[in-house]
């Protein structure tokens, strides 16, 4: 079954102690991107990267990292979480080229940093 | 900067109404629209994909057009049903180097039983 996966699902941390949500997709694509949602905002892309050891800023990079070294996994790192980045975390991912196919979203991971 | 409108933010209708969800952009240089549906607190779930040479794709009472020129898309939902209501959103892929995927902010749907 096509998928993306994102663990944890859920996480209570406190400031400033580094944590990792992974993410891994199983369809060969080349394309994954990480976002944030919250109330009022919408969804907002915090990285991409359109391939192995390819990544780019989105619109919120600040406070994460990310990186690609196999095709099917894009974690996203906080070095030091802060209160401000308790939100909903989507992984998505997509074939690219010339058609790039649809976005396939994971389930999301809930991020609460006390 | 692209940017992608959504209204109205929510709607109510009856059961059994057509409905029509509006989704807006500014660039037309794009590669192609996404519709999602989104229930609270879960993921997103992918409806409907047009690339930019397409005018229109359906799936089962779903139905969604593109026109690139004026920079809109509508998502046309036949027989509302009470399991229709959530949250839609639309993105647009952009055609330039930078390969970004801009969302709208959604119309939250309620279909009244």
């Known amino acids: 079954e096509a998928q993306v996966t994102q663990n944890p699902r859920y996480l209570i941390t406190v400031t400033g102690k580094k944590l990792t949500v992974t993410c891994s997709q199983n369809?060969?694509?080349?394309?994954m991107s990480w976002y944030r949602q919250d109330p009022g905002l919408g969804l907002r892309q915090i990285y991409y990267s359109m391939n192995v050891e390819v990544t780019d800023k989105g619109d919120v990079p600040e406070g994460y990292k990310v990186s690609r070294k196999e095709k099917r996994n894009f974690p996203l790192i906080l070095e030091s979480p802060s209160p401000n980045q308790t939100s909903l975390y989507f992984c998505?991912?997509?074939?690219?080229?010339?058609?790039?196919?649809?976005?396939?979203f994971g389930e999301g991971s809930r991020l609460t940093v006390l | 900067k692209q940017e992608v409108t959504q209204i109205p933010a929510a709607l109510s209708v009856p059961e059994g109404e057509n409905l029509v969800l509006n989704c807006s952009f500014t660039d037309s240089a794009i590669y192609n629209l996404q519709w999602f549906r989104q229930d609270p607190g879960k993921g997103l779930t992918s409806l409907l994909l047009i690339q930019s040479s397409q005018r229109e794709q359906t799936s089962g009472r779903l139905n969604a057009s593109l026109d690139k020129s004026s920079g809109r898309s509508t998502l046309y939902i036949a027989a509302s049903q009470p399991g229709d209501s959530a949250t839609y959103l639309c993105a647009v892929r952009q055609w330039n180097r930078d390969d970004k995927i801009i969302f709208g902010k959604g119309t939250r749907l309620h279909i009244l039983p």
């Open positions: 998505a991912s997509s074939s690219t080229g010339s058609n790039p196919g649809e976005l396939f």
């Open positions: 369809m060969n694509h080349e394309y």
